[in-house]
């Protein structure tokens, strides 16, 4: 599975690994000649645990990055959650210094401080989403329908962003003008009171990030991306399509477009004043958002405690993560369509849009929705705040106990500390897919799979999760 050329003893097994982050590094890289160990003396296992630890704070710093847009540095509390963060950042990253450190266990336990910053920071962004745009309700948005006038599409995770754009457009009086729609993760903007009051944010284009080459192709209107994922020219020739007209924001870049600096949208608007109407997509396809976690105990959390012990809810699947291209990701559409009808699916992430587009009705003999759309990737803390919840009301001391199963697709970092926080608060029995990360070896897979019984999926819904479908 992790490429080893034949088996060995547990004791032996090192795979070949990179690294060249000191001066007494063996030529080109210690590693690249199939040594066991780093001049220094670090395994390969090591060198992997370390790139794991980096991979889980790039994907902390930018949730701490959205976090830190929102929050109030006048209010301790605020700046108490933001230090308790970057102090797990400073100390990790210290950590994987040269000669530093060398024992297992010790990287393990610095992965799950990540974990548990992971915890923390996407609670803070979720309070402070809440703080600033209000709590999101069951929204229905049109998917692919914009009308005749001119447009911009916003792409990318940042809704502080996005109500920014649309309060200078309102300041300009041009609501009437330019209308505003939303691609991939930013769908579940639709869904918040404070952005929702825009009567010129009109619809969802697209799906996952991954599709904006066609999309942004199509588009005639102004586009602007705000934070990863973005393609760029050397990956496209087809972004040559709409580079002109391609705008990013903050720490989003690609050679070609225009930034937006200093949160001076003035350039933008007046390009898209200057472009055709949008033509060319009418469709009556409408997709759900909005089921916040505070949201679900808000609307549904006793009828969902009242299902579970009368028997008409028996089991809850999280279904959710990063989307990217393949056919292999299509296992994630037909796990979610074999859920049983009497079961709850819990989402989010763009990977939702591999079965967004399917109306799941309601569990039957109740109206609890069997589809509940928990927004962007860093709301994934929903669904733990959630577990929780169910089992306390439930009585169930260990988490693990709950009628739960989890399927999580991983494309970049943020996936990689989401995994984390869930391992941190000693999450068990999850599936990741569809194919094991690369900078994993046997020995951090296989101890991942001892702890956690962490599994990597096998392609065939029915191998993975038999008996839970046919509960």
């Known amino acids: 599975m992790f490429g080893l050329s034949k088996k060995r003893d547990k004791k032996s097994v090192e795979l070949p690994f990179l690294c060249w982050q000191c001066e007494m590094s063996a030529p080109n890289g210690c590693g690249t000649h199939g040594e066991e160990k780093g001049v220094c003396g670090k395994t390969a296992t090591k060198a992997r645990l370390q790139d794991l630890i980096t991979y889980g704070l790039r994907g902390l710093a930018a949730y701490r990055e959205h976090a830190r847009e929102l929050a109030d540095?006048?209010?301790?509390?605020?700046?108490?959650?933001?230090?308790?963060?970057?102090?797990?950042?400073?100390?990790?990253?210290?950590?994987?210094?040269?000669?530093?450190?060398?024992?297992?266990?010790?990287?393990?336990?610095?992965?799950?401080?990540?974990?548990?910053?992971?915890?923390?920071?996407?609670?803070?962004?979720s309070d402070l989403h809440v703080r600033a745009l209000g709590l999101p309700q069951p929204t229905e948005v049109p998917q692919n329908k914009a009308e005749k006038a001119k447009g911009i599409?916003?792409?990318?995770?940042?809704?502080?962003?996005?109500?920014?754009?649309?309060?200078?457009?309102?300041?300009?009086?041009?609501?009437?003008?330019?209308?505003?729609?939303?691609?991939?993760?930013?769908?579940?903007?639709?869904?918040?009171?404070e952005l929702k009051r825009y009567k010129n944010l009109k619809g969802n284009i697209g799906k996952a990030w991954f599709d904006q080459t066609e999309i942004f192709a199509k588009w005639k209107g102004t586009i602007v991306v705000n934070t990863n994922c973005i393609v760029p020219p050397e990956k496209s020739s087809k972004v040559n399509e709409y580079i002109d007209r391609l705008y990013t924001y903050k720490v989003v870049g690609v050679e070609g477009a225009k930034k937006?600096?200093?949160?001076?949208?003035?350039?933008?608007?007046?390009?898209t004043l200057q472009l055709p109407d949008i033509e060319g997509f009418e469709s009556d396809e409408k997709i759900k958002t909005g089921h916040h976690y505070l949201t679900v105990l808000d609307f549904y959390g006793e009828k969902i405690l009242n299902a579970i012990k009368e028997g008409k809810l028996k089991r809850i699947w999280v279904?959710?993560?990063?989307?990217?291209?393949?056919?292999?990701?299509?296992?994630?559409?037909?796990?979610?369509?074999?859920?049983?009808k009497d079961h709850l699916i819990i989402t989010s992430s763009c990977g939702k849009f591999r079965f967004n587009d399917v109306d799941f009705g309601f569990i039957p003999g109740t109206d609890i929705p069997r589809y509940i759309d928990l927004g962007q990737c860093n709301d994934s803390n929903g669904a733990v705040h959630l577990a929780f919840t169910v089992a306390k009301a439930l009585g169930i001391e260990d988490v693990n106990k709950l009628p739960v199963s989890i399927a999580l697709m991983w494309m970049e970092q943020k996936a990689i500390l989401i995994l984390l926080a869930l391992l941190s608060l000693g999450i068990k029995d999850i599936y990741?897919?569809?194919?094991?990360?690369q900078f994993l070896n046997e020995d951090i897979y296989n101890f991942l799979k001892e702890t956690f019984n962490l599994k990597v999926i096998s392609g065939d819904i029915?191998?993975?999760f038999g008996k839970e479908l046919a509960a």
């Open 319 to 340: 279904i959710a993560g990063c989307d990217a291209p393949g056919r292999a990701r299509n296992y994630f559409r037909e796990l979610a369509l074999a859920v049983p």
């Open 462 to 464: 029915y191998k993975d």
């Open 153 to 193: 599409l916003v792409s990318g995770h940042n809704l502080l962003m996005l109500k920014k754009l649309l309060q200078r457009i309102e300041e300009r009086g041009l609501s009437d003008k330019i209308y505003v729609y939303t691609h991939s993760e930013m769908l579940p903007a639709h869904a918040y009171p």
């Open 432 to 437: 990741i897919g569809p194919r094991a990360p």
């Open 73 to 125: 540095l006048d209010n301790p509390e605020d700046r108490k959650r933001l230090l308790e963060i970057d102090d797990v950042i400073g100390e990790s990253l210290y950590f994987t210094l040269t000669n530093v450190n060398f024992n297992f266990d010790e990287h393990i336990q610095q992965l799950m401080k990540i974990g548990q910053a992971g915890v923390k920071v996407m609670d803070l962004l």
């Open 260 to 271: 937006i600096e200093n949160d001076n949208f003035d350039p933008l608007i007046d390009h």
